[in-house]
């Protein structure tokens, strides 16, 4: 049973760029979360993904998107980068209504 | 709305003591808690979690949480601490989303340092 896995493991951009982030879920998990986790502070939930759709999102601008793929796989995208979006982005899967959410190592983020 | 409050934000022992790590919660219906654990530059690793039932967990790593309705807490405690614990441990509480998802509401966390 493979974990959650994601890439990159870190990244450098500058104000206004894109980025995309990966995720890949826990083998038989169907759910995607992500959050976001600022320095010396908790994750905040971004958004949740089921059957390639957004089913869930937290306070975060548009500008913060996602996809799920059919193997359950994910991205996170965030356009017109701040320098507030430098953080650790975490990415969590979970069975629908399983309740546990097993999360990966996660991307740390610098905006520069 | 959800929220989780750890009150320490960070912790000293000595290794071989007792240690226990406040959360409160506020949630309106039956909470789903959860204590996860980070090591430095690594992600969430779950420690024990609260649905129904028995008060008392049981956790992975000699880990134990006990959930107190009256008192909206669930502290995490460890009999002897060993300086491998050092990490920093968050609370969180399972919520949904307006669009029925399940999220997770996480304290600040409380950062353990474990004196030789």
């Known amino acids: 049973e493979t974990g959650v896995t994601q890439s990159p493991t870190h990244l450098i951009k500058t104000r206004g760029q894109q980025v995309t982030l990966r995720c890949s879920s826990q083998?038989?998990?169907?759910?995607v979360s992500w959050y976001q986790q600022a320095l010396g502070q908790g994750p905040q939930f971004i958004f949740q993904?089921?059957?390639?759709?957004?089913?869930g999102r937290g306070n975060f601008p548009p500008r913060f998107s996602g996809l799920q793929f059919p193997n359950y796989s994910s991205e996170l995208n965030v356009n017109a980068l701040e320098l507030d979006d430098s953080a650790l982005y975490l990415c969590?899967?979970?069975?629908?209504?399983?309740?546990?959410?097993?999360f990966g190592a996660g991307t740390r983020l610098s905006v520069l | 709305a959800q929220s989780v409050t750890q009150p320490d934000i960070h912790i000293t022992v000595s290794e071989g003591a007792s240690l226990e790590l406040r959360c409160n919660y506020s949630?309106?219906?039956?909470?789903?808690l959860f204590w996860y654990v980070q090591s430095p530059g690594q992600g969430l690793q779950l420690l024990l979690k609260?649905?129904?039932?028995?008060?008392l967990v049981q956790g992975i790593k000699g880990f134990e949480a006990e959930f107190k309705r009256s008192q909206s807490s669930f502290n995490l405690r460890k009999p002897s601490v060993h300086w491998s614990d050092a990490a920093e441990y968050f609370c969180?509480?399972?919520?949904?989303?307006?669009?029925?998802?399940?999220?997770?509401?996480f304290g600040k966390g409380t950062k353990l340092t474990v004196n030789p």
């Open positions: 083998s038989g998990h169907n759910t």
């Open positions: 609260y649905f129904s039932g028995d008060t």
């Open positions: 969590a899967s979970s069975l629908v209504g399983g309740n546990i959410q097993y």
């Open positions: 993904y089921y059957r390639e759709e957004e089913n």
């Open positions: 969180a509480v399972g919520a949904l989303t307006q669009g029925g998802s399940e999220k997770l509401v």
């Open positions: 949630y309106g219906a039956t909470p789903y």
